[in-house]
Each structure stands twice: as C-alpha cells, then as structure tokens.
C-alpha cells in the first residue's frame, strides 16, 4: 500500500510537479522514462514517489526516448497503467513508437512539455513536437497552466482507458512557461483523484494466460486500410467520451472544460485562436481591448487538438468577421498547420470570416499582451474593411524587417 | 519450475504445440526449429516479444496468429525493451495481487534476427540487459538481413556477398569481420550468455533452460541458416548447420556470469571452412583462385578464435 502524501487544499506547484502528482494520484503501475529538458523532472518526481513509497510502481529508466515509449507499449500491453513525459527531440526520436502504440490502442498517458525542435538546437518552448504529433493517432489535450496540467492529466487516464476509447492521449504544456513556473493549483485530495481515475481494467491482457493475444501484427493492402479507418473512427468516436469525463471531472474538482474554450465570444466581432499560454495573454489582451476601445475581441481556444474539434471551431467562429490564427511552429512553407486546421473547419460556413495566419513565439520568444491587442486590431481593421488588407501569413514579434507572405485578391 | 525434461527428440520435438505449423516462413528456414525448441522445452506461461524480420512478418500475418501465448511484436529495434516493459508491469502487478493467475510463473523472451540485434536494436538489447531484466534474448543469426532481401549485416562473414555487400571482378563481398556479440554481451555482465546451433538440438534446448532458469538477462546467439540467402537446397538446413559446427565457423559455448566459459560441443572431426563455404551460393565466388587469400584469412580467425575459447574454458576468465 502506498505512503500518504501530505497535501495542502491549495499547492504552489509549477506544471511539472502538477503532472508528476496526477501520476502519484492515478499510482501509475510503469514509467519507462528518459530525461529530456523542460519535461525531466514529471519523471524524477515519479522516480521519488517510487523510492519513498508513495507509489507502487516500477522506474524504469531506459537508454533514450525511442526505448521509453517502446517499454511502456510492452508494459501497456502487460494490463496496466502507464505513463511517461518528454520534449522536443526525445518527442521526436519517439514519433515510430507513437504510431505503434496507438494502432494498438493502447492508453499510454503521455505528458508532452512542449519545446522547439533543433536546429538550432533551443530549449525553450513552442509548438513544433505538437504538431509533430498530429497524425500519429493519439488524443491530443493542451493544458493553459499548471493547475490544468494537473487536471487534464487524471482527465487523460479516464479518457484513453475507456472501453470505448482505448486510445493513447498526450497532455501538452509549454515548456518553461507552464512547466517552470510555480502557480497555484488546488489538487483532488488523493482518494477523490484515484476514484475519479478508477482502477486499472485491462483489456487484452498479455499477463493473462487464459487468453493469448497476439499484439501487433502485419497486416498489408487486405487489411491495413481496415485497421487505419476503425483506428480514425475511434478518435472521431472519443469526442462524446471526452465530454462526459470532463463533466465528471466538474463534478468532482467544480473546474469546467470544454474540447473548445471560448471567451468573450457570445457577440465577439473579431477572434484568436490560440493553443497554450497563449491563451490566457489573448484572453487579457480581449478584455482590455473590450474596455479600452470598445473592440468586440473574443478568444477560442483549443483544448482538445486531436480529435480537432471541428464543429466546436466552426460554432464558435461562425458569426465573427475576422479571425486570426496563431501558429508556435514554423510553417515550414506552408501556412501553419494550426491554419489550415481552423481554415478547413470555417470552409463550409455561410458567412465565412477572413481569417489570417500569425507565426509567433518560435524557440520561447515572448508573446505579450500588446502584441496580442496589435493582433486584435488588425483584425478590426479587416472586419471594417471587408477584406484581408495585409499579408495573409506574418511573422509576428521577429526583429529586423517584417516578414509577411500571400496578398488577398482584392475586389 | 515447470521445464520440461528432454528424453528423446520424437517425445519433445511434440511436447507442447504453442508455435503452430501454419507460418509463412521458407521451407527450410532454421527460425521456425529454433522457436519450437524454445517453447517445448518449458510449459511455462511465455511472454515472447520480436521484432521486425522474416519471424515476425511470417508467423503472425492478420487475421491469423501461429503464436498459441503471449505474443507482441512493436518494431525492428526494440523487442527487447518491449519485454522489459511488459516484465516490469509483471513485478507490478504482482506486488499489487492484480494478475489473473498471481502465482503461476511467467518467463519473458525476445526473439531477434541477427539485422536487429547486432546492429539497429543494439542499443535497445544493451540497455534492456544492463537494467537486469528478467528474460532471455535469443538472436536469430543467419547472418543478413533476410527480411529485406538479404542484405549485409554486422553478423556477415567475411568474405560473403550479400545484396549490399556485393561480390564481383573488384569485391570479393563482405569486407569486415562479424561481430563478437556473445563476448560483448558477456562483458554486459549478463549471467548466462551462450552460442547454440540447431544441430546439436539437445544442447540448444538445455541452453534455453539455463536461460529460462536463470534470473536476469541472458542472451543467446543461435546459428539459423537460411536457404533463402545463403543458397543451399531447403532440405540440407540440418546438413548446413553441421558443416557450420564442424568446422567452428559457429562454435557452441556457454558463458556463465562473464567468466566461465564451457564449450559444449566439440566436433570429433573438424572440417574445413572451405568445405562450410563450399556447400553454399553466398561464397562462390570466393572459390576463383584470386580469392583464396580470403578463405585462408577465415580460416585463420576460425583457428585462432578455436585456440581462443580453449584457452579461455581452461583459465576461466
Ligand atoms: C526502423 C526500420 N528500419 C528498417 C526496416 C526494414 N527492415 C525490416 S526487417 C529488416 C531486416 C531484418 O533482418 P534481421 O534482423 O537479420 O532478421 P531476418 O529477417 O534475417 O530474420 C529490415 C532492414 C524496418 N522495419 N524498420
Ligand atoms: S529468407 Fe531465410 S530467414 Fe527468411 S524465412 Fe526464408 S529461409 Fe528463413
């Protein structure tokens, strides 16, 4: 039985330390783990629980990133609960592993710290290893701060184990600004966290003799597109689920989460969407705007990057006139990934908004509140204009001359 | 314990159907004997993980398995880490009484060609040993990749061509020694590490029950030649693998916690290379007169490396 952990109603907790402690509460059975800045410490928290009791699990600490997803596929496959974290290149030496574990349906819980991907090589944070993710079949859940680090991390077991999901499901935070920087967070006491986690129930058991399972098998043309189109399915199908555990999880902690998260959005003229820390700067440069200048700004953000919400994006931008997307990663000559994800769900409205495209914050550079206000009023200015009057694409906050790309064809 | 005891080869050779018949591997292929040796010499609950190859892409091809137990195959690279993790959740589960069946003894086997052991999984097999895992590692060594078309690996001799390690009127083929493996994973500190070939069946089951019994990693490097790649008639597998033995081309020996080292065959004649080499399509080539230098230098590392292991048997070290 595992040692009591002294817990205070409110904790100073940075996002690292908040994950570790979901993991604590969920008593994590395996970690298979390597370290990677600015993740290292949700696993060290782990390995210390392990080494004074707090959890009865097994460390294991492997040679690289590549090792640490591959044991905790053997270790998801064994029944159990499983959990791991990494950043950036630890992300990417993982990616083969990622689509193994997910066409296995297997409800790893990964806790991604988000950071730059080299080169150059930069510890700091934005969102190139997130969007590295995308296509790899797992849940994707982006938490704004520590507090929500931890929430969305308990919401991740309940979420990957059910039955109907049997998904893995990664938990994003940025790297430094969420995961290094100490906040309040107001935890579950440990016995209503575990209830809410609920035990371990395996299915497909490689430790139950009863019934030999055979895990990943070939398959080639006359089963492959099978496999992949249930494999969609089961994402697409997992959108209620994640509902239904974030209603549970409101009644338990009183904290409300939504797939889509919308602020200031019920008469809002003109939009962010944003992912991450970001959001919260957005959100105060809105309501600023709203007071200062009358600006009706709102802000969606997305909480739930995959399964992309798109009916939820759609609803909440449809009556807006002009949205702007932020995009934490390089577009890589394209527009950003995060664009084309909002462009494709603002398709088919009837009342489509402009909406341009803000490459930001590359490598941890700061996204401030007047950035976000200038952003706004860009915005206002195509709204009242009834086109797209600057490039489509910019860079914002890069030093030296501005950078922009596409022009709208005017009238 | 349940190991099971081998009297005869009718009586074990049809001990315990776990590994059905209807794969898709090559008439003739050792992968498929060496396996069955493994699972009919313990009736115990196997957990058996393998990675990419000619054994993973022929025994268990959607919707049909030949795996009768616990069976999970992830990537080319890390099979072994995959049964690592699965025995790390065994030692948690059990602490925790969540198993099914708490008591009944499980053993944890990865199966790796030699592709996949030498060379992209090494670090996967070097760190999975190092932490001490219980389980055994058996290589599947026909020395290429087979899988892929037969291509060069750490484990060609010299001398051989292979698709990426051409022979031709400038190559006599494969350039640069084998690999040591089984001393490098003796020097991992494994406990009982072992050479074993086909042939000599009951010594290569035994060799598995060591591993089985023994707590920690082990590690075993099994001779499997391959028709397929190494040109020679499907039926002659058996034939092949004793002109592999007898000429010490694959010694058979045991190294136990790094130090003891026993030899556990040694061939009453032993043959000459050239005629292992002769009886196969891979080294034809170096049977033209300006490519006797390089049958003479395999000869000489076999010889040394013979003097090597008897010396090492007797000084136990
Ligand atoms: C990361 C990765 N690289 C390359 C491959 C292609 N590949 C599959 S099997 C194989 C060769 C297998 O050789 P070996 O391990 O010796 O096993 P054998 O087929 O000879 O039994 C290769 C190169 C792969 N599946 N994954
Ligand atoms: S190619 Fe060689 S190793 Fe592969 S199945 Fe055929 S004989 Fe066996």
């Known amino acids: 039985m595992a040692e009591k952990y002294d817990l205070q109603e409110r904790e100073v907790w940075d996002g690292n330390f908040a994950a570790s402690q979901a993991l604590r509460q969920a008593q994590v059975d395996v970690v298979a783990a390597y370290p990677i800045t600015p993740s290292t410490p949700i696993v060290e928290n782990y390995g210390n629980y392990v080494a004074n009791g707090y959890i009865d699990g097994e460390f294991v600490m492997v040679e690289s990133e590549h090792a640490a997803m591959s044991g905790c596929v053997g270790a998801s496959a064994a029944g159990g609960r499983v959990s791991t974290a990494t950043s950036s290149q630890g992300f990417a030496l993982m990616a083969e592993v990622l689509y193994q574990a997910s066409g296995m349906r297997l409800p790893i819980v990964l806790n991604v710290v988000n950071r730059a991907l080299a080169s150059p090589l930069n510890v700091r944070g934005d969102h190139a290893d997130m969007y590295l993710g995308r296509d790899s079949g797992w849940i994707q859940l982006d938490a704004f701060n520590a507090q929500e680090a931890y929430d969305l991390a308990l919401c991740a077991f309940r979420i990957g184990e059910n039955h109907n999901v049997r998904l893995p499901v990664m938990v994003h935070q940025d790297g430094f600004i969420t995961s290094h920087t100490a906040q309040n967070v107001y935890p579950l006491a440990d016995e209503v966290a575990y209830n809410f986690v609920g035990d371990f129930q395996p299915v497909d058991d490689m430790l139950d003799f009863s019934r030999p399972v055979t895990y990943g098998a070939q398959t080639e043309e006359d089963w492959h597109f099978e496999h992949k189109a249930r494999q969609h399915k089961a994402l697409m199908d997992s959108r209620p689920i994640i509902d239904e555990v974030f209603a549970d999880f409101e009644k338990v902690s009183g904290r409300k989460y939504n797939r889509v998260e919308t602020y200031d959005m019920e008469d809002a003229e003109v939009a962010i969407v944003a992912l991450g820390t970001t959001v919260e700067t957005a959100r105060v440069a809105a309501k600023e705007l709203r007071a200062e200048e009358g600006i009706k700004a709102g802000v969606v953000a997305i909480r739930c990057f995959r399964p992309f919400p798109f009916d939820n994006v759609r609803d909440a931008l449809e009556n807006v006139k002009s949205v702007a997307v932020l995009d934490r990663s390089s577009p890589g000559g394209a527009m950003g990934a995060f664009f084309n994800e909002v462009s494709a769900a603002l398709y088919t409205t009837a009342n489509r908004p402009l909406v341009t495209n803000f490459i930001y914050g590359l490598g941890g550079r700061d996204f401030s509140i007047a950035e976000a206000k200038r952003i706004f009023k860009e915005q206002k200015a195509h709204a009242d204009a009834g086109y797209i009057t600057t490039d489509i694409q910019q860079f914002s906050g890069l030093r030296g001359p501005t950078l922009g790309f596409f022009q709208t064809k005017r009238g | ?317």
Not at chain 2, 73 to 84: C, L, P, Q, R
Not at chain 2, 108 to 127: H, K, N, P, R
Not at chain 2, 132 to 151: K, P, R, S
Not at chain 2, 268 to 296: S, W
Request: contains cysteine.
């Open chain 2, 1 to 317: 314990m349940a190991i099971t005891s081998i009297k005869n080869l009718k009586d074990f050779s049809t001990n315990n159907d776990r590994f059905e018949g209807a794969h898709t591997l090559c008439p003739g292929c050792a992968h498929s004997m060496i396996v069955r040796e493994l699972m009919n010499c313990t009736d115990d609950n196997l957990v058996i993980s393998t990675n990419t190859g000619c054994l993973e892409v022929s025994t268990a091809v959607y919707p049909f398995t030949s795996w009768d137990t616990s069976w999970i195959h992830i990537g080319f690279e890390n099979a072994a880490t995959a049964v690592s993790g699965a025995e790390a959740m065994h030692k948690a589960r059990k602490r925790k009484g969540t198993l099914k069946d708490n008591d009944a003894p499980v053993k944890f086997v990865a199966f790796g060609g030699d592709g996949s052991t030498f060379d992209i999984g090494f670090q996967w097999l070097s760190g999975a040993v190092e932490r001490g895992h219980d389980f055994t590692y058996i290589c599947l060594d026909n020395e290429n990749y087979a899988n892929t078309g037969g291509q060069r690996s750490s484990a060609t001799p010299i001398g051989a061509t292979t698709s990426t390690a051409q022979a031709g009127s400038h190559s006599y083929g494969k350039k640069e020694k084998k690999k040591d493996i089984v001393a490098i994973m003796a020097a991992h500190g494994a406990p009982y590490v072992a050479q074993l070939a086909p042939n000599k069946w009951k010594s290569m089951a035994k060799g598995f029950q060591k591993a089985l019994e023994t707590e920690g990693p082990c590690f075993i490097n099994t001779v499997s030649p391959c028709c397929t790649e190494w040109k020679f008639d499907p039926k002659d597998t058996i034939g092949i693998t004793d002109l592999a033995t007898d000429s010490l081309m694959f010694p058979v020996y045991e190294i136990i916690d790094g130090h003891e080292l026993n030899i556990l065959y040694r061939p009453k004649n032993i043959i000459t290379v050239e005629e292992y080499m002769g009886a196969q399509g891979r080294y034809k080539h170096l049977f033209k007169p300006e490519y006797r230098h390089v049958i003479d230098q395999v000869q000489k590392d076999v010889n040394e490396y013979w003097d090597y292991l008897q010396r090492r048997e007797e000084a136990r070290v």
